[in-house]
């Protein structure tokens, strides 16, 4: 099967940057996530990106698709302490009838 | 917009009876629900995709007589576990697809379910 892999954990600064990163094999690919799970909660959509774009910015989030690399990430500017959590990558293919393949999970644990 | 609620957000019960969890989109209609199952710390494995009107389709390895769904609106979705054991305990999360905004799915918060 496709596989969508992350690192597992990420520990930053209040008001530093976070970078998480995403890749995936699918190359048939047509929308990439980001959600994000607090404990004992659902998943929260951040943003997604159509796989014929490269960036995409809304406010703190910032995505970036390389296509070639299959490599997708999620900057979030001004980390703050709320934004700790665990994210995860997503893909849908256009052969996939709406199924999301999740990567792992990402724990991101901000520090003050 | 685009909420989808679960019902109930947890449950306890003894080994052997069946649990039923509701899934329901609160302000679209949803052809197409999804059913996962997230243990502690891990990602959401699919289960199957519950079709409005349709018998459910299962994932490799998913028992469809232990987890029964059924998909009777354009907004409710059902998953009843079946004659539940101490290993059906999970965290089980729906999310219903808006064909109208990009295939987006929107996920519920999730039913905590324990199994004596």
């Known amino acids: 099967g496709e596989d969508v892999e992350q690192s597992l954990f990420l520990s930053v600064r209040e008001g530093d940057s976070s970078v998480i990163n995403c890749t995936y094999t699918d190359s048939s690919s047509t929308y990439l996530y980001w959600y994000k799970q607090e404990p004992g909660a659902g998943l929260q959509l951040l943003t997604y990106i159509f796989s014929n774009m490269d960036m995409k910015q809304d406010q703190r989030l910032t995505v970036l698709l390389n296509k070639k690399d299959k490599h997708l990430s999620l900057r979030i500017a001004d980390t703050q302490t709320g934004d700790s959590a665990i994210y995860f990558c997503a893909e849908i293919s256009a052969d996939s009838w709406g199924k999301l393949q999740f990567g792992a999970g990402t724990q991101v644990v901000v520090t003050p | 917009g685009a909420v989808v609620s679960q019902h109930p957000s947890w449950v306890i019960c003894k080994s052997g009876t069946s649990v039923k969890i509701e899934c329901r989109s609160l302000d679209f209609q949803a052809t197409t629900m999804f059913w996962y199952r997230q243990f502690p710390k891990q990602s959401l494995m699919l289960m199957a995709t519950s079709n409005e009107g349709s018998k459910a389709t299962y994932e490799q390895g998913v028992e469809k007589d232990k987890f029964l769904i059924n998909h009777a609106s354009l907004t409710l979705s059902t998953l009843t576990v079946t004659s539940a054991h101490p290993e059906d305990s999970s965290f089980y999360i729906c999310?219903?697809?808006?064909?109208?905004?990009?295939?987006?799915?929107?996920f519920g918060p999730g039913t905590r379910l324990t199994v004596l």
């Open positions: 999310s219903a697809r808006w064909t109208g905004r990009y295939n987006e799915q929107f």
